[in-house]
């Protein structure tokens, strides 16, 4: 009970209660409460909430859990057109001493570059435009399930590994948030909350090398099936023990969709239009500029889009970087290039559509279930999943990394044997446009997947977990590179 | 209502903002005016007081004693408040981008029926932190149903008392026209040197300052204040504005310390120095080298790099033991009994573990309350302990064939903050140079072909870190009877690590030692680690040199 009176609700209260996050109304009476002392204009307020429940399983055990809230405000100030910083600061307290000190700061900052802006014949160029169409991405099921499911989900794990005499180690985290913008300038409010969660089961054969892996993610916790992730893993487990080395090289490859979305992760920022103009992509028609748009860059089948909306994964509404809708895109369309992600001011600049980098997005073109590819395959390599995938470089979008947990030569229409890991050297660039076959796209559980020495930069949009859905097919390539033996268990 | 600073917050527990689920204060501190002497003022002006340690304490002492009263048979806790400072150097009329970002937050770990749990929180009020630590143990409750009685921790023996990193002068008491006005010329220092550049117009850099206290239920407080530097962006290239070709280093690593981490007299020359060695680079042709298998010659940040993230990650208990399968992997180093007490590398290879200041890693205690100690971990290439935590350890004593096999405690248990679970980590490697004459001159005269890599790069390894790849090496450069004649274009390196480090061929002297600091992620919700290095350049007798050159 605190001095006033007011009980505060433990975190798990709050769970409990159907909504362990800020509503929409606390959310913005706290920016308000910020910008209401604010005396210029070009503020705006951010403030993310999240919570989530997590619960790590090792060695056949409970490890622990790891729950709790992580919050935000960020403070930013800006004139809105290039080349103004753009001035935030973050904090995690939302005590009026604290906030109005981080206000400060972004305006005492903003006054000095206006005065160097308007010294250098720089003007203002507006950023704000009407609030997004909200997104239904919160589940109340979701939530119950930070509470409820602990007792059903972790002995399912544990029951179906152990019962085929395997070693159990697991994943299993649930997440609601969130978050809201004020701008003073524009009067604009945007709001947005959701819920996600991810189930992933990973089944060793320690005697025999056997390792298996499984996943699965949702936003709505009711389509989740753990015994089915579970018997998955142990089912790839069993089928791995004893793995044999087989000669690296260029080979087909049977990518299940985490495979492919853990190759395309590193997609979003080739989608840049000012790095692609600049010459620095894989899209940029050259080293010295210049892009690709309306010329073909992949398999005539793909098609990539993003909408918030997305029935299997969706996102936030609005634009990270600017407080502005963020519109549904279609990048690619029969294979050709139709849109790049341009930056507010860079799009009224050059006359385009606005657009966030395609952190999220869905990849289409094809029906073909995975067990049809094995039966078309005479010689390839089934790979359930990647570890560890970087790009070697930017303009090629060049990838290494090793396969994990499960993979598997294909002979003649059947999967033939265990084999040993591979290193790989490949680019989306290359396998995307060496298309045999492609399936129905799902959500790809990601599994762990660190955040890469590139990716540090976009950590903010690509690494907060859960990753930002990836919806893509399985994929059955020709010529994928797999340079070198690995031998990783 | 009279106003409150933060100081007089835990007196007043737990005010909350009418509405709001979280506590908080609803009391408007006092505007400072805005005026252009904002450049003389240091940065701790601009913030709201801090909490002392005394509060941090209390609220430490509070959720122990909630878990306590809720049944724990053991508890620990994090407090930290921290504040990090960006700095950007920047033009005279402008400080450039500046921030303080301050924040407070708290991890409680208990342990209920051989089952723990962790909870961690934002709020800076003793009722919330007494609550999550009753969640916590409601939590663990649950967890025992399942569980076999194992308890994977346990707190150790009660350890007290405080430190702070050694520093000369606080970061957040420099004027902020004054933290510009050194970047802008430590910046220049590298840009005054033709064709060298940096893709931004400016360096920028990151202090913290963190007070953080650990508790536990076996009597144990400890208070530490930390001071660090890390660099941001402070990365230059020689060959600027093209981008093929270019060579890049970084020429101030991570590490702990205060403003004079940026003030020693000579760093300008030293910056200078690189830049010009980087310079004289660019005159080299750059052509592709031929795939194939070569010797490799390295300097001391990129065997630094190497050690960590191959060596270093490899020793982490929890990988050895299993628990970070499905995170972030396992190792080659495994299983303890078959490893411990063999030849992992070459006998040129000696290797200690610690967290000495100055390096980023430096502190009195760990996050588990060990108290830190440089320890052994391999020795003239032979495997002599594994980083452990208490429990690791004893599971480890158990797994190798010698009782004696002991393994030492490093203090490596870590979290980057409050609300994140601690883990071992790899702490800073130290690497025992060549004891005869031997620079890095002479490990490329000894190479008829080959290559050399130089400044800090990057090495990926896969989910058990028996293979690598080295990402963005500074420079790429090839031996041609022992001279360096190209850099190349296209080319990769990749190893199978437990052959590379058996083929480690010659180390260089304690004129090629250098520092490195960076990060590496695991743990899943995944989190970042620091780790730091002082390391001899090295040759290493074969990699396998490959074709990254691709058309699209």
Redesign the interface.
Known sequence: MTASGHRIRSLYERMESGRPVMTREQLIALAQRVLHVSTLSGVIVRVHHTVRAVTRLANDHVLSSDDGEILYVQVETSTGGPPSPIFQVFTNQIDDETVSAALRQCEDLLRASQVFLADNGMKHMPRYQDAPAPVRLWHDATVDAMTSSRQTMIPQILQTVQAAGLQAAGFVAIMARAEAAVSKEGGVTFFHDETDSEVTVSARDLARKGAGWSGQTARDWRTIDVPAVASRAVKIAKDSVNPVAVEPGRRTAILTPTAVAQLLRHFAEQWSAVNTDAGLTALSKSPAGGNKLRQRIFDRRLKMTSDPADPDGGYRPYMMQDVVASPPMTWVEDGVLKNLAYDTWYAMERGKQYADLPFSFRLSGGTTPIDEMITKCQDGIFVNAFSNVEVVDRRTCLLTGATRDGCFLVRDGKISKSVKNFRFLTSPFFFLNNIEAMGVPERAAFGYTPVGEREQWWSMFSNDWPRLPLIVPPLMVRDFNFNMLADAV | MPAL??RD?LA??????????????????Q??A?T?A?AVLPPIS???EPMTPASLRAFAAHALNAARGAGAVHADVRVCEQIRMRVDGG?A?????????????Y?I?VAVGG???????????A??VA??A???V???R??A????G?T?WTPGPAVSGEWTTPIQLDPFMVPLGDHAALLSSLFMAATRVRNVGSDLPSATVNWTRETRVYASTSGSQVTQTFYQYEPEIFEFKAGYPM??GRIAFRPVPARSGGYECLTAPDLQDRIKQQADDAARLLTLPHRPLDVGRYPMVVDGTMVGSLAARTLGRALEGDRV??????????S?LAPPEDVMGTDIASHLLTMTAGRPAPSITAAKWDDDGTETREIPLISNGRLVNYLASRQMATALRGSTRSADALPGLPGCVTAPDG?N?PLIRTPHLAIAPSPSSATLDDLCRGVKKGVLLLYKG?V????????G?V??PGALLEIDRGTVVRRLRGN?V?F?TRRVWQALGALGDATTLAQNAGKM??G???Q?GAYSSSAPAALFKEV?V?N?E?Q?
């Open positions: 600073n933060r917050f007043h527990v737990s005010v909350a903002v009418a509405g709001a689920a979280l506590g908080g204060r609803n009391v408007f501190a505007r400072t805005i252009s904002t601009l913030l709201p033009d009329a402008i400080i450039g981008q500046f921030s303080l970002s301050p924040a407070f937050s991890g770990r089952a723990t749990a962790f909870v961690h929180g934002v709020t800076p009020s009722d919330a609550a999550a009753r969640n916590a409601a939590t663990a649950g967890y149903a399942f569980g076999e194992r994977v981008i093929e033991l299993g628990y970070e399968i499905g995170a972030s992997g396992g080659y609300d679970i990057y990926s390894t896969d989910n058990t870190v028996a293979s790849f990402l963005y990769g990749q199978a992620d695991k899943q919700p995944s970042f396998d490959i990254t691709i699209i």
